[in-house]
């Protein structure tokens, strides 16, 4: 059986919604201390809703999979559901990941929390 997915090949070769957004209102960066990976995070929020995202990873494969697949489950979607996405939903959207490489989609949740986090921050709004 082959070690990744077809899902997080695909997601891995060809990853969705990366960049910068440069009018986001919520931003959440995090490393991996002991990879030395770092995600971030881009949230761009409107009426409680995420209207846009946009991601980058300086990490692995897993990593960059990770983040391309919460992206497109979290786009459009309202913070309150947002905030309740946890890495082992990305893990599991992405057909699963091999147990060692799991702390890689954790870094998508946390960035996504902190990014949150960053949003109430700056409007004072509590999500
Ligand atoms: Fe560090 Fe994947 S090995 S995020």
Redesign the pocket.
Known sequence: MALYSEKVMDHFRNPRNVGVLEDANGIGEVG?A??G?IMKMYLKIENGIVQDVKFETF??G??IASSSMATEMIKGKPVSEVKELTNKAVAEALDGLPDY?M??SV?AEEAIKLALEDYEKRTGEKI
Request: charged share 25%.
């Open positions: 991996n002991k990879c990976d990490g692995c897993s990593a490489k702390h890689c870094l």
